[in-house]
């Protein structure tokens, strides 16, 4: 069963936008802290920006002030808005919930999504 669905992805130029979406169920939106990951060829996995369990916003150095994370409850939708891409911002970009709200328990929150590509060329 497909917990958290992504999209958004594409190709772009350097320079330009895009804003991904991820669409949760309501049950993993009201137990779980969500946020966006992003994996390049041959990198490792890496933050590119989440919500806390306190609500506050955490950019990986290399996106801030480019990219801002969003989120709708009453649609149970997280976003990225991504501007000023880079070539190096070029990954495949997942959503995951990932962090327990207070009161919840850890193992409550263990999913990802299937990822969305996102290519930034030159």
């Known amino acids: 069963q497909v917990q958290l669905v992504e999209s958004g992805g594409g190709s772009v130029q350097a320079g330009g936008s895009l804003k991904l979406s991820c669409a949760a169920s309501?049950?993993?939106?009201?137990?779980?802290?969500m946020g966006w990951y992003r994996q390049a060829p041959g990198k490792e996995r890496e933050l590119v920006s989440r919500?806390?369990?306190?609500?506050?916003?955490i950019y990986a150095e290399s996106v801030k002030g480019r990219f801002t994370v969003s989120r709708n409850y009453a649609k149970n939708m997280l976003y990225l808005q991504m501007d000023q891409l880079k070539t190096e911002d070029t990954a495949a970009y997942y959503c995951a919930a990932d962090r327990p709200l207070l009161g919840y328990s850890p193992d409550v929150c263990m999913y990802w999504g299937q990822g969305t590509q996102v290519t930034v060329s030159s």
């Open positions: 309501r049950d993993i939106f009201s137990k779980c802290a």
């Open positions: 919500f806390t369990a306190f609500g506050a916003t």
